[in-house]
T-cell receptor
């Protein structure tokens, strides 16, 4: 069965620190990959997505993610976080041979301290 | 820019009552999805429409759940005889299906509390 695993449930770090959130999926075919973010009190927003091409994708607010097909991974990174990056981050996967159903990981709560 | 809207934002009901939620997708989006999210989990797929046709339902969606999208625009999700286990955030998302890409945009959700 298809699954999405996010390695950390909670991450606490200081402003200006670097952030990397792990995401692994299990699916034998080709997938589209997404990171969504949910800021406190707000709805899910798309951070970035990968469909094809360059495996290093850049999203909004300085985030980037790298797709490593051999590792079934799509890790999210930001070189220097800000207090405003405090949020919950969700990795999601959608097989390309499906009609777009997303399977989400459990999410990682990130707290950035001033 | 009008995004996905959902109504109501919060609903408190007693066990055994029926509830109905509404979702208005982004204009011209032909796909509409319902997800359910419980505390500490990511959203779980419930059902999906392409235009007015409901094309897939999750096993999570018991017979007490029904969804419609009568004119291919807004959608409703009804839960009959609510149970405490139905307490969750119900999310709606919409997308414009293209050959390769399908990016879903989410609404704010309806938080259901069943007492």
């Amino acid at each position: 069965a298809q699954s999405v695993s996010q390695h950390n449930h909670h991450v606490i770090l200081s402003e200006a620190a670097s952030l990397e959130l792990g995401c692994n999926y299990s699916y034998g075919g080709t997938v589209n990959l997404f990171w969504y973010v949910q800021y406190p009190g707000q709805h899910l927003q798309l951070l970035l997505k990968y469909f094809s091409g360059d495996p290093l994708v850049k999203g909004i607010k300085g985030f980037e993610a790298e797709f490593i097909k051999s590792k079934f991974s799509f890790n999210l990174r930001k070189p220097s976080v800000q207090w405003s990056d405090t949020a919950e981050y969700f990795c999601a996967v959608s097989p390309t041979d499906s009609w777009g159903k997303l399977q989400f990981g459990a999410g990682t709560q990130v707290v950035v301290t001033p | 820019d009008t995004g996905v809207s959902q109504d109501p934002r919060h609903k408190i009901t007693k066990r055994g009552q029926n509830v109905t939620f509404r979702c208005d997708p982004i204009s011209e989006h032909n796909r509409l999805y319902w997800y359910r999210q419980t505390l500490g989990q990511g959203p779980e797929f419930l059902t999906y429409f392409q235009n007015e046709a409901q094309l897939e339902k999750s096993r999570l969606l018991s017979d007490r759940f029904s969804a419609e999208r009568p004119k291919g625009s807004f959608s409703t999700l009804e839960i009959q005889r609510t149970e405490q286990g139905d307490s969750a955030m119900y999310l709606c998302a919409s997308s414009l299906a293209l050959a390769v890409a399908d990016t879903q945009y989410f609404g704010p959700g309806t938080r259901l509390t069943v007492l």
